[in-house]
């Protein structure tokens, strides 16, 4: 790919707008979450599940994203489950804490190609027990047959008390997606594209770090679901490159650039960075990010099924 530093750097610092990150970062997110529901329906025999439910020798499944921002991934699920001519077989739901993000969603899904207004969107805050989201209540039971929540645990204070509650509200037999972020330097965790960006990621791990007393929820989430009694546990490392001349790469990097740029605000009203500095980093960046700017960001998949009841 044959790209000048100009056109890199305009590229990568061209994004104003979350919602437009959101949607650029969705794109070359799905494949990975598409692979992800496919291991759950065959390896975790939710598909099975999902036949029944059809036949109609049980209730339809609920299932349930947790932090669903604009609810892109449901429609994900919903395609893949129309694929295999499962979709009547589940009832969809998507809960976030953020008021403006639910209204987007349910427009969403009334204005998409197809039309799914069978998603539910719900203001729910993640902390608080579901029973006090009414509208998660199908059959008078709280309970869901796949859950998943993307970065969503590691951005919690007490992240293994809101696992537990999420396990607690899975059915016997349902099924946990967790993608959770690293937030240690190295190797094994984030290595930043660029010098100048070296401070501010640690600024933001470390208070990602101070959420949950040191503990690195992404690698944690494995052996707590193992406490719980949760059965057939995996915890599948995903390693995502920031920057290079590939596409994704590219595109990783300015999400990563303008998530910075939009937390700059907190930090400045913190007292942890001040405007000018603030100023100065981003005119480093846009004199000094070129091709040969790369790093890394790892993510942590966990699964889990909760185990079926036997007499």
Not at 15 to 31: G, S, T
Request: hydrophobic residues 40%.
């Amino acid at each position: 790919m044959s790209i000048t530093k100009t056109q890199y750097r305009d590229y990568i610092m061209g994004m104003v707008d979350d919602r437009q990150r959101q949607e650029r970062a969705h794109r070359h997110l799905k494949a990975g979450f598409v692979r992800a529901v496919q291991q759950v329906l065959d390896e975790y025999e939710l598909v099975e599940q999902l036949k029944a439910a059809k036949s109609g020798e049980r209730l339809r499944l609920k299932i349930l994203d947790v932090g669903c921002g604009e609810g892109l991934y449901l429609h994900d699920l919903a395609e893949v489950l129309e694929e295999r001519d499962l979709l009547q077989a589940g009832t969809f739901y998507g809960t976030d804490i953020n008021q403006g993000m639910i209204e987007t969603a349910i427009e969403y899904a009334r204005l998409s190609k197809p039309p799914r207004p069978y998603l539910n969107f719900y203001v729910h805050d993640i902390r608080q027990p579901f029973e006090t989201q009414g509208g998660l209540f199908v059959d008078r039971q709280p309970y869901f047959d796949f859950i998943f929540a993307r970065s969503v645990l590691s951005f919690l204070p007490h992240s293994q008390e809101n696992l537990t509650r999420l396990y607690a509200a899975l059915a016997p037999g349902g099924v946990l997606y967790l993608r959770d972020i690293v937030w240690q330097q190295g190797e094994e965790g984030w290595l930043s594209p660029h010098p100048a960006l070296t401070p501010i990621l640690e600024m933001g791990f470390g208070l990602l770090e101070a959420l949950n007393y040191g503990v690195q929820v992404a690698s944690a989430t494995a052996d707590w679901l193992r406490q719980t009694g949760a059965s057939l546990v995996q915890a599948i490392p995903d390693r995502m490159v920031l920057g290079g001349t590939s596409k994704p790469g590219m595109e990783n990097l300015g999400d990563y650039v303008m998530s910075i740029r939009n937390a700059f605000p907190v930090h400045i009203a913190a007292g942890r960075l001040s405007q000018a500095e603030a100023d100065r980093l981003m005119s480093m960046l846009y004199r000094e990010l070129g091709p040969q700017c790369q790093g890394q960001q790892l993510y942590i998949e966990t699964l889990a099924r909760k185990p079926i009841l036997t007499s």
